[in-house]
């Protein structure tokens, strides 16, 4: 089977395999524990992860908390800053309608049992924000504007500087769910003006339940209160014991992807528009979002007239891809980014995401379009 659905999850490298695995056994201390080498070796590791993922977003490394991953990190941002901005300065949370449903759910949780008043911007065909709806969008209010730095279903990349500079301009802080984007783009906190990020280990080949939170200590100073309280772990941010075997899979990963990213760009992109070209030239197809910056290796087409869970059911077993957020491919619903875009139901139903990765090679794209050819006549 050929593997094309990297933004779901990619595999762990055997380079940071080989890193974790010593610590799920002659080196399993735990990190809180001061009083012997054991801890001391843990949190040594963790030390060191900590720099590498802040090598990687140009951070400190003081400016990180690691947590289960990307869900937990935006619960923790969205949730923590609101208990301690909306008493003193509003309840305003601006957002847009193709963000991941990690970001969607905390706000209409939010607005459900607090009161938050949430904008949801909306976006062109192409799936980029209106930067002047944005301006329009701010008020004395707004204690939050969370946008994503890149769309996992269609790869469109937002102008976060821009952003940045109209979100600080008017006094409010910025976050940005950045897990589609880590490893495939540079990401770098100050360059970009970001001053609450997430990230999730296993979308650059790290390991599945680690993440880390990017938090802002200054210009402007990010104050978050603690979701997950027991024993006061990392600062009294985020309790609980260290998973020091995924943390050092994360920080392996962050320099695993900072080591190779100029060549994963180059190498996906060439694949990713010869894989585009094949199927523009011998199929009735669309390629959303394709006018936008898009991340490298990302694509996500919509197959006229036919449905995309009926072209998985009949290419199973010879190529994984996926209609859309892995997080959402249990709800038999049209894709909630497509149809931002304004694509009608039924052309969001006939779109798959083909997403690449380090492993993929011309001739997997030959054989991918020699299936669909062979495979879609019989629709």
């Known amino acids: 089977m050929i593997y094309l659905d990297y933004n779901s999850t990619t595999p762990v490298a055997p380079e940071v395999l080989e890193k974790m695995l010593p610590y799920f056994s002659e080196k399993f201390g735990n990190a809180s524990s001061s009083t012997h080498s054991y801890g001391w070796v843990a949190k040594s590791a ?11 977003i140009g951070c400190e490394a003081q400016q990180l908390l690691f947590t289960s991953g990307s869900t937990e990190a935006i619960n923790l941002a969205i949730k923590g800053l609101w208990a301690l901005y909306s008493p003193r300065k509003g309840k305003h949370i601006i957002t847009c309608k193709t963000e991941h449903k990690a970001v969607l759910d905390v706000c209409e949780f939010l607005e459900k049992k607090a009161g938050a008043r949430v904008t949801y911007l909306d976006v062109d065909a192409n799936g980029s924000i209106d930067i002047e709806a944005l301006k329009a969008a701010l008020t004395d209010e707004t204690i939050l504007v969370s946008i994503m730095l890149a769309n996992n279903e269609t790869g469109v990349i937002q102008p976060m500087r821009a952003i940045s500079n109209i979100v600080h301009d008017a006094g409010s802080i ?14 770098n906190v100050d360059e970009l003006g970001i001053d609450l990020l997430c990230l999730s280990g296993h979308k650059f080949y790290g390991p599945k339940g ?8 200054r210009s402007p100073r990010v104050a978050l209160e603690a979701l997950i309280h027991g024993g006061g772990h990392q600062r009294n941010l985020r309790s609980g014991t260290l ?21 994963f ?13 094949q199927f523009t030239e ?12 898009r991340l490298a290796n990302t694509s996500n087409i919509s197959f006229s007239g036919k449905a995309a869970s009926r072209i998985i059911e009949v290419i199973k077993g010879s190529i994984a891809v996926s209609t859309g957020s892995a997080c959402t491919s249990e709800v038999m619903e049209p894709s909630h980014v497509l149809k931002a ?19 993929t090679t011309k001739a997997d794209i030959l054989q991918v379009f020699d299936v669909f050819k062979a495979r879609l006549n019989d629709l």
């Open 46 to 56: 963790v030390e060191t992860a900590q720099q590498q993922v802040a090598g990687l």
């Open 282 to 293: 011998h199929f009735q197809v669309h390629i959303n979002g394709k006018e936008a910056l």
């Open 210 to 217: 680690v993440g880390a939170l990017f938090f802002r200590r």
């Open 341 to 359: 875009m304004g694509l009608s139901d039924a052309d969001s139903y006939a779109s798959i995401r083909f997403s690449l990765g380090w492993n």
């Open 265 to 277: 760009q180059s190498n996906t992109l060439d694949l990713r528009d010869f894989l585009e070209q």
């Open 243 to 263: 998973n020091v075997a995924g943390i050092v899979g994360l920080g392996a990963a962050a320099e695993f992807a900072q080591n190779n990213l100029e060549n």
């Open 174 to 187: 910025l976050m940005s769910d950045a897990t589609q984007a880590i490893g495939k783009i540079p990401v």
